[in-house]
T-cell receptor
Framework: DAGITQSPRHKVTETGTPVTLRCHQT?????MYWYRQDPGHGLRLIHY???????DKGEVSDGYSVSRSKTEDFLLTLESATSSQTSVYFC????????????????FGPGTRLTVL | GQNIDQPTEMTATEGAIVQINCTYQ??????LFWYQQHAGEAPTFLSY????GLEEKGRFSSFLSRSKGYSYLLLKELQMKDSASYLC?????????????FGTGTQLKVEL
């Protein structure tokens, strides 16, 4: 299994508070991703990173920011949490995003269940 | 944008064969993935297709037709542990690299 951990695994917070989720990998993979998973919507990309300090938005990036200061860590921040951000958040990694000669599949972390009251 | 459709739920019998379909409409297609996700767990990679045809991997096979925007996942000799959600995901090439867009998943229930 790919070495990906997420912390915390569960969190309950109140509307308006800041929240930071951490993804840590030991695979030295270049690409890292943050998704949220909600019933009826599937997995949706929030932000992704293609290198240290290099990030870009996904399809549901409003209300979220990310940072990547080291290859192994990718942080997702909710500056002011809202109830609509209650979800399960998954981090994923992949070795390379440019090659079509191999699978370059994404490996997922165990997820963080976030509840915003 | 991308549009990916797959059935919401399917039920099958232990020992049988089931086919889960996925249709997609996208530009910049760069491969199609199938993932398995058990309740409360992370998705895990099952298969990948980028060229037309069938890829076989033990009890699991995946087929792709790029001209039709169609894929299916075939599960043979079903076991109770195959009860899970199966996610179809299309990889598209964008200026920022390759990104995955997921369908909403097909919940498969295997019964005795």
């Amino acid at each position: 299994d790919a070495g990906i951990t997420q912390s915390p695994r569960h969190k309950v917070t109140e509307t308006g508070t800041p929240v930071t989720l951490r993804c840590h990998q030991t695979e030295n993979h270049r690409y890292m991703y943050w998704y949220r998973q909600d019933p009826g919507h599937g997995l949706r990309l929030i932000h992704y990173s293609y290198g240290v300090k290099d990030t870009d938005k996904g399809e549901v990036s409003d209300g979220y920011s990310v940072s990547r200061s080291k290859t192994e860590d990718f942080l997702l921040t909710l500056e002011s949490a809202t109830s609509s951000q209650t979800s399960v958040y998954f981090c994923a990694i992949s070795e390379s995003s440019w090659s079509t000669s191999s699978y370059n599949e994404q490996f997922f972390g165990p997820g963080t269940r976030l509840t915003v009251l | 944008g991308q549009n990916i459709d797959q059935p919401t739920e399917m039920t099958a019998t232990e020992g049988a064969i089931v086919q889960i379909n996925c249709t997609y409409q996208t530009s910049g297609f760069n491969g199609l993935f199938w993932y398995q996700q058990h309740a409360g767990e992370a998705p895990t990679f099952l298969s990948y297709n980028v060229l037309d045809g069938l890829e076989e991997k033990g009890r699991f096979s995946s087929f792709l037709s790029r001209s039709k925007g169609y894929s299916y996942l075939l599960l043979k000799e079903l076991q109770m542990k195959d009860s899970a959600s199966y996610l179809c995901a299309v990889r598209v090439f964008t200026g920022g690299g390759n990104k995955l867009t997921f369908g909403t998943g097909t919940q498969l229930k295997v019964e005795l």
